[in-house]
């Protein structure tokens, strides 16, 4: 799992304790996007591997047969040409999407941090930064400067 994967799961977890219906619902928009994602992802390595395919039958066509291009039925040349070209595209395609999905997320995690930022300050209070305890108290204990 990655960084970006394990934040966005803590996250999620910690928008939870939120009871709101808003914040389930950013909680399910968060699922569905990542369920999307994945599914982007497994069509981008599908189209991979065709296009893969595809330039392992050219490779193959111009490596062992005589005059591949005119030599061949012009029906499997055009097929292959076909399979690699829609590949391609697909995979551009596919890229494109996958970068609005991460674009989504990425704002869905912001506005899960706003949350989790207001939740924690309206549970715990408001928190206390060293800047605001005076010098004398923020001093450990057993320190004897003058």
């Given at each position: 799992?990655?960084?970006?994967?394990?934040?966005?799961?803590?996250?999620?977890?910690?928008?939870?304790?939120?009871?709101?219906?808003v914040g389930k619902d950013?909680?399910?928009?968060?699922?569905?996007?990542?369920?999307?994602?994945?599914?982007?992802?497994?069509?981008?390595?599908?189209m991979v591997k065709l296009?893969?395919?595809?330039?392992?039958?050219?490779?193959?066509?111009?490596?062992?047969?005589?005059?591949?291009?005119?030599?061949?039925?012009?029906?499997?040349?055009?097929?292959?040409?076909?399979?690699?070209?829609?590949?391609?595209?697909?995979?551009?395609?596919?890229?494109?999407?996958?970068?609005?999905?991460?674009?989504k997320l990425d704002q869905?995690?912001?506005?899960?941090?706003?949350?989790?930022?207001?939740?924690?300050?309206?549970?715990?209070?408001?928190?206390?930064?060293?800047?605001?305890?005076?010098?004398?108290?923020?001093?450990?204990?057993?320190?004897?400067?003058?």
């Open positions: 799992m990655s960084e970006h994967q394990r934040h966005t799961e803590f996250l999620r977890e910690c928008i939870l304790y939120e009871e709101s219906a950013l909680e399910e928009r968060i699922t569905r996007i990542q369920r999307d994602s994945r599914c982007v992802q497994r069509a981008v390595w599908l296009a893969a395919l595809a330039v392992a039958c050219l490779c193959y066509g111009i490596i062992f047969v005589d005059n591949f291009p005119y030599n061949a039925p012009q029906f499997i040349v055009n097929l292959i040409y076909a399979l690699g070209l829609g590949s391609l595209i697909s995979l551009l395609a596919f890229c494109g999407l996958g970068m609005v999905y991460r674009w869905h995690r912001e506005e899960c941090r706003r949350r989790v930022a207001k939740l924690l300050k309206s549970r715990l209070g408001k928190p206390v930064s060293a800047l605001s305890i005076p010098a004398e108290a923020a001093k450990p204990t057993g320190e004897n400067t003058p």
